[in-house]
């Protein structure tokens, strides 16, 4: 598409300058995106969150107010009923614990900490067929701010956390459960110490342990990645900056992405992406304070919902650009963003009191009335049409393409687009300008589509309609009546006469500034060439073998100009 379209002050003209433009669409407002739960059986700070394979959600353990409290008890979602409802209780109350759904379907919990806040060693298994609790074997070592990842074998790694002493010690060691055996056995040692860190599993089975906390008062920017297949750690391409307790996340291409944390001098806003390829991290151009642990999950649509606190942004990766999303009735910190089996998003609380879950639905809608250009001339190009695309629910969408399909595709043209590349919130628009320019008489329509993963089925198709119309033939003047003995020249008057013979300018699609005519009798010979009306040249080129080549100074329009050819020569022509 030409450059020239895209700039704002073209599209002004183009919705001024739209002689037929769509009714507005009438739609009953968007739901919201965010729907609140049944209330949670009980507030769980640090409660452990993990989906289930049945697509239940599985919390357990947290505190309420204070950590004397904590909960050994457990609850689960059911989406299909939208509330909560007791499990069976661990054997023991625990928050902070790293919960992992294993392979068979069991769910792992290890580590975190207890009522005196001391870490555990201690690790238990919840079956959701039966609702029970088991324990299992305990880890070497008691940990809290450690990383829980399963492997592609079905083990559990984990690494590094907070050690049981005073003043409090970071591990750098790391060990691995076996669900076949029960047993956890050595995994090696990091490079250096990492606790509140992130780890993140790679699709070549690898894990990356990026950042966190390196000794009470120190973050760390030091990045490990562990081989499942030597058992081995080595040091890999380092943060920008040192940052703990942020988020990190594989996105579909397959690079990793840090959302929000805490640097030395305090929270850090800026998104990182790591290629594990080339062991390079890109800082991306934006900062925006996403806050300590957020809350991320890649959508289907390939955008990441980023939650901290009462806000929520969508963040595009292909683009590199944010938009909000809504507002989550929650209050205070957050817990867990875990994925629902119908894509929708659950989101526990993890605030102070909080009993509290909500439901976001990763669905956005739009308005775009269908599109009737009315009659035109067959074989003529039509004038422009401004059709406006307007977010009328919560989950903003960042199009990706606008296409014309269907039997009369090519009876419409695209010739402006602000939609692509754009990120739309509620209530925002975009522009598509199109032309009507019929290929044949009759009834004519194509679709126009939209695509954009965030809308349902990937795409918004918007009806196009037109109806071709040939082109008036006027009939032969009448003979006129000769007075005897009038010369010949008289019948017809010599003005009428050059008007019958003016050339019609053939002209093609604009490239930029120029734009390329045929029609002209090859008579006119070759030269340069002004094309003028009213003594105002609107554009100028070159004549060569009945080919036009003009630079355009001045808007043209469909009508009579008149052409100089060589400085000299000058015709009358009619310019389609």
Not at 283 to 308: D, E
Not at 377 to 396: A, N
Not at 455 to 461: D, E, F, H, N, S
């Amino acid at each position: 598409m030409p450059t020239w379209l895209r700039q704002p002050a073209v599209l002004v003209v183009l919705a001024l300058a739209a002689l037929s433009l769509p009714p507005a669409v009438a739609q009953a407002a968007a739901p919201p995106a965010w729907q609140q739960t049944g209330p949670l059986t009980a507030a769980r700070v640090g409660g452990t969150v993990v989906a289930l394979p049945d697509g239940r959600v599985l919390v357990a353990g947290g505190y309420p107010n204070n950590p004397g409290n904590t909960h050994a008890s457990a609850e689960l979602y059911d989406p299909a009923t939208g509330s909560w409802t007791a499990t069976g209780s661990m054997a023991a109350p625990r928050y902070d614990g790293r919960g992992v759904l294993l392979k068979d379907g069991r769910v792992l919990v290890a580590g975190g900490r207890t009522t005196s806040t001391a870490p555990l060693a201690s690790a238990e298994l919840y079956d959701p067929v039966t609702g029970t609790w088991s324990a299992a074997a305990p880890m070497s070592v008691a940990r809290y701010g450690h990383s829980a990842t399963l492997l592609s074998d079905g083990s559990v790694l984990v690494a590094g956390g907070w050690a049981d002493t005073a003043p409090p010690t970071v591990h750098a060691t790391a060990e691995r459960y076996d669900p076949a055996t029960g047993a956890w056995a050595p995994a090696g040692s990091l490079p250096s110490p990492h606790a509140s860190h992130a780890a993140t599993a790679l699709p070549d089975g690898s894990v990356i342990v990026s950042g966190g906390s390196a000794s009470e008062f120190t973050r760390t920017a030091d990045v490990a990645r562990y081989s499942p297949a030597t058992g081995l750690w080595t040091a890999f391409a380092p943060l920008p900056r040192p940052r703990g307790e942020h988020t990190a996340l594989l996105l579909d291409d397959g690079a990793l992405l840090v959302v929000g944390g805490q640097g030395p001098g305090g929270a850090d806003g800026a998104l990182l992406r790591l290629d594990p390829g080339t062991g390079s991290w890109n800082q991306l151009p934006l900062a925006t304070l996403f806050g300590i642990t957020p809350a991320a999950r890649q959508l289907a649509s390939g955008a990441v919902l980023v939650v901290n606190g009462s806000f929520a942004t969508l963040f595009d990766p292909r683009s590199g650009q944010l938009a909000a999303a809504g507002t989550p009735p929650l209050n205070g910190s957050v817990g867990s963003l875990v994925g629902l089996s119908d894509g929708d998003i659950l989101l526990v609380s993890g605030a102070y009191l909080g009993q509290v879950a909500a439901r976001f639905t990763p669905r956005a809608t739009v308005a775009v009335a269908p599109v009737d250009a009315g009659e035109q001339t067959t074989g003529r190009r039509g004038t422009l049409i401004s059709v406006p695309v307007t977010v009328t629910g919560d989950v903003p969408i960042f199009p990706r393409a606008t296409t014309l399909e269907g039997v009369g595709a090519a009876d419409f043209e695209i010739v402006s687009d602000s939609c692509d590349g754009a990120a739309l919130e509620r209530g925002g628009s975009c522009f598509v300008g199109l032309r009507f320019s019929p290929r044949a008489d009759g009834a004519r329509s194509a679709s126009l589509v939209l695509s954009a993963g965030e809308l349902a089925g990937g795409r918004k198709v918007v009806a196009l309609s037109g109806t071709g119309v040939a082109a008036a033939v006027t009939p032969p003047p009448a003979a006129p009546i000769i007075p005897p003995g009038a010369p010949p020249a008289a019948v017809v008057p010599r003005q009428v006469a050059r008007r019958a013979t003016e050339p019609r300018l053939r002209c093609g699609a604009r490239r930029g500034r120029t734009v390329v005519c045929s029609g002209l009798p090859h008579r006119l010979g070759s030269g340069k060439a002004r094309l003028s009306r009213n003594g105002i040249v609107h554009a100028t080129g070159t004549l060569k073998n009945g080919r036009l080549t003009l630079t355009v100074r001045r808007r043209l329009y469909d009508r009579r100009y008149t052409l100089v050819v060589g400085g000299r020569r000058a015709i009358k022509v009619v310019l389609d």
